[in-house]
């Protein structure tokens, strides 16, 4: 089965023998080729590589208990996008006890391959991840804007820009509401997809962009693995080049980031490249877990406290100077 994101299955990572491959050689020696049908698998040069963890129970990681207060209101709307040459919508959420016209920090979230402007964060509505507490702490206040960002990996391709899209269109109409007005007072999250788009997107404006956090990203390897397993994520392997956030990660030299993965995701391979290529300072968290919701459910809560600490920080500090 194929994942929408086009997950790589032709390079996986190197790891221990697990408790399933002492399981398949128990078999008997006579299962020598199911056997190696099992390793290919398991390995990610097969389809199926996370089915297989999901059955041996590799992909169940706990989410930390959270208590939630009264959400605070969404809006959604439409505009027509000049860079996607095409309608866009849009939503806004603020955090409890705010509502529009509240001056608020701004979080620019990106969704995943398949999302659009309603998709959740981690399972969670925008508005209630937002109204999440942790040990009975709230999350610093800011609002989230989410727009529809298409398929083509939050990187420009001819006729659609969604990454221009967001720094043009989206992020100047929501300083015009109060938002992400004050200096250095917006950041970028996002899942799969878009935790690449929002890590690109940092890369690209480190002077807009004040914090990032990047659950599971779709980080490739190669412009050749990315063709193979998805022929629309770049429209060249110059346009690669460009957005390939490995290769550009010290642009993110002065900006806090966070990155979370599971060791047992099929983008392990980029994600260990971008953690060796990114500066001292990040934060990187490679932990049990696969490439599906249970995954970005458990790190969902800790990618928005770190959004909105460095936020909440950076621009008090703009604030004082």
């Known amino acids: 089965m194929t994942h929408p994101e086009g997950i790589?299955?032709?390079?996986?990572?190197?790891?221990?023998?697990?408790?399933?491959?002492?399981?398949?050689?128990?078999?008997?020696?006579?299962?020598?080729?199911?056997?190696?049908?099992?390793?290919?698998?398991?390995?990610?040069?097969?389809?199926?590589k996370q089915t297989l963890d999901?059955?041996?129970?590799?992909?169940?990681?706990?989410?930390?208990?959270?208590?939630?207060?009264?959400?605070?209101?969404?809006?959604?709307?439409?505009?027509?996008?000049?860079?996607?040459?095409?309608?866009?919508?849009?939503?806004?959420?603020?955090?409890?006890?705010?509502?529009?016209?509240?001056?608020l920090p701004l979080g620019v979230v990106l969704h995943a391959f398949g999302g659009n402007h309603a998709s959740r964060?981690?399972?969670?509505?925008?508005?209630?991840?937002?109204?999440?507490?942790?040990?009975?702490?709230?999350?610093?206040?800011?609002?989230?804007?989410?727009?529809?960002?298409?398929?083509?990996?939050?990187?420009?391709?001819?006729?659609?820009?969604?990454?221009?899209?967001?720094?043009?269109?989206?992020?100047?109409?929501c300083q015009h509401l109060g938002l992400g007005r004050s200096q250095r007072s917006i950041g970028a999250i996002g899942i799969s997809m878009g935790g690449y788009g929002a890590l690109l997107l940092a890369e690209k404006h480190p002077h807009l962009i004040a914090a990032v956090a990047a659950i599971s990203p779709a980080v490739w390897t190669s412009y050749a693995q990315a063709h193979s397993a998805n022929p629309g994520a770049y429209a060249s392997a110059a346009d690669y080049a460009s957005d390939d956030v490995v290769t550009h990660a010290l642009a993110l030299a002065r900006i806090p980031v966070r990155v979370a993965s599971g060791s047992d995701d099929p983008f392990h391979p980029g994600v260990v490249a971008l953690a060796k290529a990114l500066p001292p300072s990040a934060t990187v968290e490679i932990t049990q877990g696969c490439h599906d919701g249970s995954f970005f459910a458990s790190q969902q809560h800790a990618s928005l406290a770190f959004l909105g600490n460095h936020l909440a920080s950076a621009s008090m500090a703009a604030h004082l100077a």
């Open 54 to 103: 999901e059955l041996d129970g590799a992909c169940s990681v706990a989410s930390p208990a959270l208590t939630f207060t009264n959400a605070g209101p969404s809006r959604t709307g439409r505009f027509f996008s000049k860079a996607r040459g095409r309608e866009v919508e849009y939503t806004i959420a603020y955090p409890p006890a705010h509502r529009p016209g509240s001056e």
């Open 121 to 173: 964060l981690g399972g969670l509505s925008l508005a209630q991840a937002l109204a999440a507490r942790r040990h009975g702490l709230a999350l610093p206040p800011i609002a989230l804007v989410q727009a529809d960002g298409g398929g083509l990996y939050w990187n420009a391709h001819p006729g659609d820009n969604p990454m221009a899209m967001l720094t043009h269109e989206l992020i100047p109409m």
């Open 8 to 48: 790589p299955t032709s390079e996986g990572s190197v790891r221990t023998w697990s408790r399933r491959r002492f399981l398949a050689v128990g078999i008997g020696g006579t299962m020598a080729t199911a056997f190696a049908g099992f390793e290919l698998v398991d390995q990610g040069v097969l389809p199926g």
